[in-house]
């Protein structure tokens, strides 16, 4: 670890960043074939020795899977840390700070932030640190008058959408009426209005002759629904069976009715009793009494004639009653759809209403407690630990900006006096999802902010979007910020049925295949005399910048495991760094015409590319086969950090 820690030292770095693209979960393992690629980027973060600032790019376009390669990289860190023992090559106190750089905020203030929550939740030491710095980041005075005024805020607000969910409490309870009276289009306004000729007739002869016929017919409504049972809707109808113009005549015609054939079938029975005594009366009587006989069969026709036409009188009513009440009930069911769907809409309002006066209530009971907080420390002169989760650079930009700085400023000169923790890799996710400008200056900021130990950054994102955030000279800029990097779309297997395969097995038998041994490490295998006198050889080649001669031994050491041919792979990993465009695309078409098994001698080259692939054919016992320089191209293109 020594030399890459010396040469890396003068490299500025860059932060982390990683856009949600392909999602299979960051604990399944190696389902796109990363493990390889990102483990031992993982192992040099978490390694003690490597005390060095240091940047790691993952590179690929979008859908490529960098978010997936960067979760394993800081699954594979924290399991190295966590099984960290005294002969373990790793350091114990590993910080894993997980950055969304979309969040809107300023990226000092964002990178501190992920920093002070992943101290905060390691807890002990390093979450007594994060509060110390914090405290040291703020003057006194300032943080109270800020904290103050942050609090009146929040209840400000909170007092408006409190307000706010009272209002919509009572739109609810008065829905119905709204819909009937003030909704105009809902459903029952518009069919009442296409029917307002019938509605107007059957509420005429009802005896409703003055006033708005729609009105009235809406205020009938609302008597209606407002009892919505089956007795309630039975009861609307034996209401309308009597209490309105017409209807009680009519049974009350019917009972006279009912009273008459009652009495006609009295008569009938006792006819011979009365027609006897009415006979006894003279000799008038008896000339009476005789037409009666003669007649008496009209009285049964009468009792039948009675009987139906009260019976008669009883289906008028009800079939008015029908005829009023059904345009009622059609008008509650339109009704109740109306409400049904306003409720529907309104619940929601009331949810998100009250999720969000619930989110201001625990802000506000949270500045509170800060601004206690602040106002006890400016009292007291010192630092009072905090107690709640919220992030300390919620106050005004300029402040946060300054507090973040320190923060982080603190952060590192209390690492190096051995204080904090041994790294804090910081893991800077969807710089995808900012403009290329602003993705390119968040970098530019981290790499101020972050070039100092105990950090470590990690970044996923579009090269290709970066250079263009850069502006002209973008495709040198890449290479500047990190000092080692995986192309994910390079590294990756593309062994989709396997990917299926991984995605679709029980998670306790992905789980048995993670191989997180923390005994050993790559970057402790020792580099050979013989791979030194290479190395030195094809540093002019690759070295047109300390920066590029860090990156082409870090690079070497990290991937030398992976390659059948270690001076192949050297040669292949020189050219990429520092060959320029017409050199490499040269060998490049010489590898493809050449024959796999033969060796590799391709005429025509430049002068110094023909020396350093003689000295790495040199190397190899027979010389270097074509095929081992194609896997070491494929290789060094996965780790390349140039935009071309």
Same mark, same amino acid.
């Given at each position: 670890?020594?030399?890459?820690?010396?040469?890396?030292? #003068?490299?500025? %770095?860059?932060?982390?960043?990683? %856009?949600?693209?392909?999602?299979? +979960?960051?604990?399944?393992?190696?389902?796109?074939?990363? #493990?390889?690629?990102?483990?031992?980027?993982?192992?040099?973060?978490?390694?003690?020795?490597?005390?060095?600032?240091?940047?790691?790019?993952?590179?690929? %376009?979008?859908?490529?899977?960098?978010?997936?390669?960067?979760?394993?990289?800081?699954?594979?860190?924290?399991?190295?840390?966590?099984?960290?023992?005294?002969?373990?090559?790793?350091?114990?106190? *590993?910080?894993?700070?997980?950055?969304?750089?979309?969040?809107?905020?300023?990226?000092?203030?964002?990178?501190?932030? $992920?920093?002070?929550?992943?101290?905060?939740?390691t807890g002990g030491n390093n979450a007594a640190l994060a509060e110390e710095a914090v405290a040291s980041g703020a003057d006194p005075v300032d943080a *109270?008058?800020?904290?103050?005024?942050? !609090?009146?805020?929040?209840?400000?607000?909170?007092?408006?959408?409190?307000?706010?969910?009272?209002?919509?409490?009572?739109?609810?309870?008065?829905?119905?009426?709204?819909?009937?009276?003030?909704?105009?289009?809902?459903?029952?306004?518009?069919?009442?209005?296409?029917?307002?000729? =019938?509605?107007?007739?059957?509420?005429?002869?009802?005896?409703?002759?003055?006033?708005?016929?729609?009105?009235?017919?809406?205020?009938?409504?609302?008597?209606?629904?407002?009892?919505?049972?089956?007795?309630?809707?039975?009861?609307?109808?034996?209401?309308?069976?009597?209490?309105?113009? @017409?209807?009680?005549?009519? !049974?009350?015609?019917?009972?006279?009715?009912?009273?008459?054939?009652?009495?006609?079938?009295?008569?009938?029975?006792?006819?011979?009793?009365?027609?006897?005594?009415?006979?006894?009366? @003279?000799?008038?009587?008896?000339?009476?009494?005789?037409?009666?006989?003669?007649?008496?069969?009209?009285?049964?026709?009468?009792?039948?004639?009675?009987?139906?036409?009260?019976?008669?009188?009883?289906?008028?009513?009800?079939?008015?009653?029908?005829? /009023?009440?059904?345009?009622?009930?059609?008008?509650? &069911?339109?009704?109740?759809?109306?409400?049904?769907?306003?409720?529907?809409?309104? #619940?929601?309002?009331?949810?998100?209403?009250?999720?969000?006066?619930?989110?201001?209530?625990?802000?506000?009971?949270?500045?509170?407690?800060?601004?206690?907080?602040?106002?006890?420390?400016?009292?007291?002169?010192?630092?009072?630990?905090?107690?709640?989760?919220?992030?300390?650079?919620?106050?005004?930009?300029?402040?946060?900006?300054?507090? &973040?700085?320190?923060?982080?400023?603190?952060?590192?000169?209390?690492?190096?006096? $051995?204080?904090?923790?041994?790294?804090?890799?910081?893991?800077?996710?969807?710089?995808?999802?900012?403009?290329?400008?602003?993705?390119?200056?968040?970098?530019?900021?981290?790499?101020?902010?972050?070039?100092?130990?105990?950090?470590?950054?990690?970044?996923?994102?579009?090269?290709?979007?970066?250079?263009?955030?850069?502006?002209?000279? $973008?495709?040198?800029?890449?290479?500047?910020?990190?000092?080692?990097?995986?192309?994910?779309?390079?590294?990756?297997?593309?062994?989709?049925?396997?990917?299926?395969?991984?995605? !679709?097995?029980?998670?306790?038998?992905?789980?048995?295949?993670?191989?997180?041994?923390?005994? +050993?490490?790559?970057?402790?295998?020792? *580099?050979?005399?013989?791979? +030194?006198?290479?190395?030195?050889?094809?540093?002019?080649?690759?070295?047109?910048?300390?920066?590029?001669?860090?990156?082409?031994?870090?690079?070497?050491?990290?991937?030398?495991?992976?390659?059948?041919?270690?001076?192949?792979?050297? /040669? &292949?990993?020189?050219?990429?760094?520092? $060959?320029? #465009?017409?050199?490499?695309?040269?060998?490049?078409?010489?590898?493809?015409?050449?024959?796999?098994?033969?060796?590799?001698?391709?005429?025509?080259? %430049?002068?110094?590319?023909?020396?350093?692939?003689?000295?790495?054919?040199?190397?190899?016992?027979?010389?270097?086969? +074509?095929?081992?320089? =194609?896997?070491?191209?494929?290789?060094?293109?996965?780790?390349?950090?140039?935009?071309?």
């Amino acid at each position: 670890m020594t030399e890459t820690s010396t040469l890396v030292q #003068d490299v500025e %770095p860059v932060p982390a960043s990683a %856009p949600a693209e392909v999602r299979t +979960t960051p604990e399944s393992t190696d389902a796109l074939g990363f #493990d390889a690629a990102v483990r031992g980027l993982a192992e040099l973060a978490a390694h003690r020795s490597e005390n060095n600032p240091l940047t790691m790019a993952l590179l690929g %376009p979008a859908g490529s899977g960098k978010s997936f390669a960067l979760g394993r990289l800081l699954d594979f860190a924290q399991a190295f840390s966590r099984s960290a023992g005294p002969d373990s090559p790793f350091a114990p106190n *590993v910080v894993i700070a997980r950055v969304d750089a979309s969040a809107g905020a300023e990226p000092a203030v964002t990178l501190a932030a $992920g920093v002070y929550e992943a101290m905060r939740a390691t807890g002990g030491n390093n979450a007594a640190l994060a509060e110390e710095a914090v405290a040291s980041g703020a003057d006194p005075v300032d943080a *109270v008058r800020v904290a103050s005024e942050r !609090l009146i805020e929040l209840r400000r607000r909170l007092d408006g959408e409190r307000q706010t969910l009272r209002e919509l409490s009572g739109r609810r309870a008065r829905l119905a009426e709204t819909v009937l009276y003030q909704a105009g289009g809902s459903r029952i306004d518009s069919w009442a209005r296409a029917n307002r000729g =019938r509605i107007e007739s059957r509420l005429r002869a009802f005896g409703f002759e003055s006033g708005d016929p729609v009105a009235t017919y809406k205020d009938l409504v609302r008597d209606v629904s407002d009892n919505r049972s089956l007795a309630g809707r039975a009861g609307a109808f034996l209401h309308a069976m009597w209490a309105f113009r @017409g209807q009680a005549r009519l !049974l009350v015609l019917a009972v006279v009715l009912v009273l008459i054939a009652w009495a006609l079938g009295l008569a009938n029975d006792t006819r011979g009793a009365w027609i006897g005594w009415i006979g006894e009366q @003279g000799e008038l009587g008896q000339s009476t009494a005789a037409w009666l006989r003669a007649q008496i069969g009209v009285l049964s026709g009468l009792r039948t004639l009675s009987m139906w036409a009260a019976l008669g009188c009883v289906v008028l009513n009800i079939w008015r009653a029908s005829r /009023f009440v059904s345009p009622l009930l059609r008008g509650v &069911a339109l009704l109740e759809a109306d409400t049904e769907a306003g409720q529907r809409e309104i #619940d929601s309002m009331i949810g998100n209403q009250t999720r969000l006066v619930d989110d201001l209530a625990a802000q506000a009971d949270a500045q509170a407690r800060r601004t206690e907080e602040a106002e006890r420390r400016a009292a007291s002169g010192g630092s009072v630990h905090r107690h709640d989760d919220a992030s300390p650079f919620e106050v005004a930009e300029s402040e946060a900006r300054r507090q &973040a700085r320190r923060f982080l400023q603190t952060v590192a000169q209390e690492a190096a006096r $051995g204080a904090g923790p041994d790294r804090v890799i910081v893991a800077i996710d969807d710089l995808d999802a900012l403009s290329p400008a602003k993705a390119a200056a968040f970098l530019d900021e981290a790499a101020l902010l972050l070039a100092r130990s105990p950090f470590i950054v990690v970044f996923a994102a579009d090269a290709e979007r970066l250079a263009q955030g850069w502006g002209p000279d $973008g495709a040198s800029r890449l290479a500047r910020r990190a000092q080692i990097g995986v192309r994910i779309d390079a590294a990756s297997s593309k062994d989709y049925a396997h990917l299926v395969r991984r995605l !679709l097995a029980p998670r306790e038998a992905a789980a048995a295949t993670a191989d997180h041994d923390a005994k +050993t490490s790559i970057w402790d295998q020792p *580099v050979s005399a013989e791979e +030194t006198e290479l190395l030195q050889k094809l540093a002019p080649l690759a070295g047109r910048s300390p920066g590029a001669v860090a990156q082409f031994i870090t690079v070497y050491r990290l991937a030398r495991t992976r390659a059948a041919s270690w001076p192949a792979l050297a /040669f &292949a990993l020189a050219l990429d760094i520092g $060959g320029t #465009d017409d050199e490499r695309a040269s060998i490049a078409k010489a590898l493809e015409s050449a024959d796999a098994d033969a060796a590799f001698e391709p005429a025509g080259q %430049p002068p110094r590319i023909a020396d350093a692939l003689a000295a790495a054919q040199a190397r190899e016992a027979g010389g270097l086969k +074509t095929k081992q320089l =194609r896997e070491a191209s494929a290789i060094a293109a996965a780790h390349s950090l140039a935009v071309r």
